[in-house]
C-alpha cells in the first residue's frame, strides 16, 4: 500500500458528503473513494446487528478499491459497528464519534455538552461514553432529530419548517445551559447557521466531519500534487443525487458510479 492509495469513505447515504468535503479540503492530492449504501438507507432506525452486517460489506468493497484506510463517515455505523469494522478490515478505519468526542470536550468550559444525532445513535450512548472516558465530570445531554436527515437532503436548512423543528429539539438543551453542542450527524453541519442563531454565541458547536478530517490529516500527512477528483459509488442512484451531492459539497460531482455487493 503507497502513501498516495486512495482512502475509502462508507457512508449509508449522502450525509458522509460533508466529511469528504472536509478530507478534501486538508488533502485536496490525496484520491478519495466514497461509497454510499443509498439502496438501503437509512441506517438510523435499523438494529445494531442489521448495521453492523451492512457496514462490514461496505468496508470490504472499498478494501477491493485498494485503500489504504477507511473513515466511517456515519455516526450510526460509527456508534454500533466501529469494532466489527476494525476485526474485518486489514488498513485502519477510524470512525467519527471519537474524534467529535475528543473536540468536544476541547471546547466545552462549563462541562455542558449537548448531543443531538439519529435515534439509532443517540440510543447507543457512543457520544456520551467517548465524552465521559475523557472528562468524567461532564453532564451530557443527548437528543434525537429524526427530522433533519429529510429535511438537509431537501435543501430546507434554514427556512421556518427547519427552525420550528430544531427550536423543538434543542429547547431541553438550552434550559440546560449547554455550552457545546455535538453535530451528531453527518447532515448536521448544513444547518449550523440555523443552530447558531438559535443557540447565540455563547454555544459551540463542534462538528464530527471537520474534527474527523482534522485526524485524518495528521494520521496521514499532506501529499503534494494536482487536485484529485473524488470516486463516488452508491448502491442506488437517486434522481436528485446530482443535486443533493452538490448542495453538501458546494459544487457539481463527476465520476459517480452504481455498484451492487
Known amino acids: 500500500m503507497t502513501a498516495t492509495a486512495p482512502i ?3 457512508d449509508s447515504g449522502v450525509g458522509g458528503l460533508t466529511v469528504l468535503r472536509a478530507i478534501r479540503a486538508r488533502l485536496p492530492a490525496l484520491p478519495l473513494v466514497y461509497l ?5 438507507v437509512p441506517y438510523g432506525s435499523r438494529s445494531p ?8 460489506e461496505g468496508g470490504r468493497f472499498l478494501l477491493e478499491r485498494q485503500v489504504q484506510m477507511v473513515v466511517v463517515a456515519c455516526n450510526t455505523v460509527s456508534a454500533v459497528a466501529l469494532d466489527a469494522l476494525c476485526d474485518a478490515l486489514p488498513v485502519p478505519v477510524i ?9 468536544a470536550v476541547a471546547a466545552t468550559r462549563s462541562g455542558r455538552i449537548g448531543i443531538i444525532g439519529t435515534e439509532t445513535t ?6 456520551e461514553e467517548a465524552i465521559r472516558n475523557r472528562l468524567p465530570t461532564a453532564r451530557t445531554l443527548a437528543r434525537p432529530c429524526p427530522l433533519l436527515v429529510p429535511l438537509a437532503e431537501q435543501g430546507w436548512t434554514d427556512n421556518d419548517v427547519a427552525r420550528a423543528a430544531l427550536a423543538h429539539y434543542l429547547e431541553d438543551l ?5 455550552d457545546t453542542l ?3 450527524c453527518t447532515h448536521y453541519p448544513l444547518f449550523k447557521p440555523l443552530l447558531a442563531d438559535l443557540l447565540g454565541p455563547g454555544v459551540r458547536l463542534v462538528d464530527s ?5 482534522t485526524v485524518v490529516a495528521t494520521r496521514l500527512g499532506a501529499p503534494t500534487g494536482e487536485p484529485v477528483e473524488p470516486t463516488f459509488y452508491l448502491t442506488d442512484l437517486p434522481h436528485t443525487f446530482s443535486e443533493v451531492a452538490a448542495r453538501f459539497l458546494g459544487g457539481p460531482v463527476r465520476h459517480v458510479f452504481q455498484v451492487r455487493y
Open 36 to 40: 454510499g449504501d443509498t439502496a438501503r
Open 8 to 10: 475509502g469513505i462508507f
Open 182 to 184: 455535538v453535530l451528531g
Open 122 to 127: 443517540i440510543a447507543s450512548r457512543a457520544y
Open 174 to 178: 438550552r434550559r440546560e445551559e449547554i
Open 49 to 56: 446487528e442489521t448495521v453492523r452486517r451492512y457496514a462490514v
Open 95 to 103: 470512525g467519527v464519534v471519537e474524534p467529535g468526542a475528543e473536540a
Open 209 to 213: 466531519a471537520e474534527a474527523t478530517a
